[in-house]
């Protein structure tokens, strides 16, 4: 059975950094994308960041150039490195991801918040 455990969550004060991880447990075969969501307080959860098998990635617009998603090798774990945080990053952060064969797997979420 496939579980994804998200940590590195936590509170830190604006402008500062956290990493997120996500480890797969269980065997993933054919991933297509590995991804970042985010849901805030009585909004949509919302994509932020993924990478393609490939290795490309994209962003939202509203973390590009602060946030960097990365994945080793294995396709194991996906990574999240957020910098410049501000207020409006603070959310439960969720990893997914995608098969070529239409499977997705989503982790339990990790709380960020930060202060001003």
């Known amino acids: 059975q496939v579980q994804l455990v998200e940590s590195g969550g936590g509170l830190v004060q604006s402008g500062g950094s956290l990493r997120l991880s996500c480890a797969a447990s269980?065997?993933?075969?054919?991933?297509?994308?590995m991804e970042w969501y985010r849901q805030a307080p009585g909004k949509e959860r919302e994509l932020i960041a993924r990478?393609?098998?490939?290795?490309?990635?994209d962003y939202a617009d509203s973390v590009k150039g602060r946030f960097t998603i990365t994945k080793d090798n294995g396709e194991t774990m996906v990574f999240l490195q957020m910098n410049s945080l501000k207020p409006v990053d603070t959310a439960v952060y969720y990893c997914?991801?995608?098969?070529?064969?239409?499977?997705?797997?989503w982790g339990q979420g990790t709380q960020v918040t930060v202060s001003s």
């Open positions: 997914r991801v995608t098969t070529f064969v239409g499977q997705m797997y």
């Open positions: 269980g065997s993933i075969i054919n991933i297509a994308t």
């Open positions: 990478v393609f098998s490939g290795g490309s990635r």
